[in-house]
């Protein structure tokens, strides 16, 4: 069985409610649409309920099954409740007339219904970018106890042949200490996925042959990781350059002593200049297919996508939403 029939049958009959902020895009209707006839998710589309209708006759598509909120309709009563506990889960940091305004906008929305607990997790990022897609998951969902940043992974799949990627999506310039937690992150999120994680910490430089303060840090980031995860120790090298990383005879002659190079299947990107770029050259000149961008170390689930996602990608990073949204039942 695929890792996404798996996922299909776990969640199958389980109602997970997930929210769809942008319900008025034909790619991310119809797939709800879809996940909602498998019976896959219970979707909450928001959006202006005439513009919906008329995208759904449109596209001949069946509302029955899915629930439309639109956001500037919504009784007075709910959105006083919503902005109290908006501005509760900002501790001081956002006034009421704030909250407010974030309420009008649908990503805001749509993640205070999962902070709420009103729904189990959000798809978005279709038509936003990435950075307005999940702002508003970083101020009011915040990370998961021991996680100290959020980032964003790819999981690159072509046959048989699956990686992971990261950070591709969040944190622009990292630190030392964000790319060991990043390369711990994408270890677990490897694990979800049926793989058995060797991360490359990856540099311009293989073990030290090039010098300069980007290859300490990489250094220092795989030192760090392999103290913070002892567990893992093994399982992470770097410095390494993607070469060395993933083709053996490369290895042999770069990294002789190393367990991961030649081997590696996780691949921790030194900044999000490289990591974006990277991810997006295996997709769209290695024909990969790339899922995500996977959220890790939020405390709820929420998922961005690319605004190249196609329906199909929709779906796909909804049922992994929703294999989350189960695992924290
Ligand atoms: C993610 C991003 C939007 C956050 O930027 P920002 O809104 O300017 O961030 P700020 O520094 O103002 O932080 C806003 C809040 O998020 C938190 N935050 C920011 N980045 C975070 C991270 N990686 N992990 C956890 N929390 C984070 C901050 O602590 C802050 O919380 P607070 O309001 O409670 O104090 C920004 O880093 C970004 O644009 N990244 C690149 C996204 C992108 O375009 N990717 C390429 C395409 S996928
Ligand atoms: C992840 C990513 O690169 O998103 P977008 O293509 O929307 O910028």
Redesign the pocket.
Known sequence: MSLFDQFKTEIKGQKIRLVFPEGTDERVLTAAVELAQEDLVNPIILGEKEAIVALSKKLQLSLNQVEIVDIKTVSADQRVKMIKALVER?KG?TDERTAEKWLQDENYFGTMLVQMGAAEGMVSGAVH???DT??PA??LI??APGS?????AFIMQKGDQRFVFAD?????DIDAETMAQIAIQSAHTAKIFGIKPKVAMLSFSTKGSAKGAQVEKVQEATKIAKELAPELAEQIDGDLQFDAAVVEKVANAKAPDSAVAGQANVFVFPS?ESG?IGYKIAQRLGGFEAIG?ILQ?LAKPVS?L?RGASKDDVVKVAIITAAQALAQR
Do not use: H, M, Y
């Open positions: 900002r940091k970018p990435t950075g999940v702002r970083l101020q915040k990370t100290r940043r959020i980032s964003g591709c999506a969040i944190n622009i999000l974006n961008p170390g961005d690319s």
